[in-house]
């Protein structure tokens, strides 16, 4: 089974900037789609983006399209999140989380994936 760690989350003043990272462990890690979810508190946890196996293909959701960047490197096994334009409404507790099947076609659902790291606190000031 595959490990995650995010890293890369701080607090922020609104309109800035700052990338996270998820570092897999396991081998199967460029075999699987990879998404980026977050959890305000009070909230429940929401799909923010993900990204195929070879990262050919990228969704987001409307609330970042435009703002927020997902990528992959699957020779470091790391997946990133470049957030730009921050908002205060984008401050939650980022995860990531590997898609539980080998086909992907932009599942948003929190239950198809599995594997979760321990998340990262971003914060965004007004």
């Known amino acids: 089974q595959v490990q995650l760690v995010e890293s890369g989350g701080g607090l922020v003043q609104a309109g800035g900037s700052l990338r996270l990272s998820c570092a897999a462990s396991g081998h199967l890690f460029s075999r699987y789609a990879m998404g980026w979810f977050r959890q305000a508190p009070g909230k429940e946890r929401e799909f923010v983006a993900a990204?195929?196996?070879?990262?050919?293909?990228?969704f987001s959701s409307d609330s970042v399209k435009g703002r927020f960047t997902i990528s992959r490197d699957n020779a470091k096994n790391t997946v990133y999140l470049q957030m730009n334009s921050l908002k205060p409404e984008d401050t939650a507790v980022y995860y990531c989380?590997?898609?539980?099947?080998?086909?992907?076609?932009?599942?948003?659902?929190?239950?198809?994936?599995?594997?979760w790291g321990q998340g990262t606190q971003v914060t965004v000031s007004s």
């Open positions: 990204i195929t196996w070879s990262g050919g293909g990228t």
């Open positions: 989380a590997v898609y539980s099947s080998l086909y992907y076609s932009g599942s948003q659902a929190v239950a198809d994936f599995d594997s």
